[in-house]
Nanobody
Framework: VQLQASGGGSVQAGGSLTLSCAAS????????IGWFRQAPGKKREGVSC????????????YYVDSVKGRFTISRERDKNMMYLQMNSLKPEDTAVYYC?????????????WGQGTLVTVSS
């Protein structure tokens, strides 16, 4: 299994970035998927989680409060790709971002991690 994250970079506050994650060996459509981040000197935190397309009630998205209304998680069905659209970026969003896949639910027990992509937001 491989998850390959890309799209990180440097941007000024208020700018936007879209992170991408390409997967092989795991079907992103039929698993819960998420984005996590780790800022310098801090613990890794969950940013967003998207349910499997077969989840009861359909797809559901979850976001940490600090990114609600600014970030959007999505998947491209049948392409095995996932994305994180980040708008109105703030310096506190600076971190290494990781894509992840969870074979259970709610991104509570991540089974596979991508290698991380660095996002730097300057004020």
């Amino acid at each position: 299994v491989q998850l390959q994250a890309s799209g990180g970079g440097s941007v000024q506050a208020g700018g936007s970035l879209t992170l991408s994650c390409a997967a092989s060996g795991v079907d992103l459509d039929y698993n819960w998927i998420g984005w996590f981040r780790q800022a310098p000197g801090k613990k890794r935190e969950g940013v967003s989680c998207l349910s499997s397309i077969t989840a009861r009630g359909g797809e559901s998205t979850y976001y940490v409060d600090s990114v609600k209304g600014r970030f959007t998680i999505s998947r491209e069905r049948d392409k095995n790709m996932m994305y994180l659209q980040m708008n109105s970026l703030k310096p506190e969003d600076t971190a290494v971002y990781y894509c992840a896949a969870d074979l259970s639910v709610y991104c509570s027990g991540i089974d596979y991690w991508g290698q991380g992509t660095l996002v730097t937001v300057s004020s």
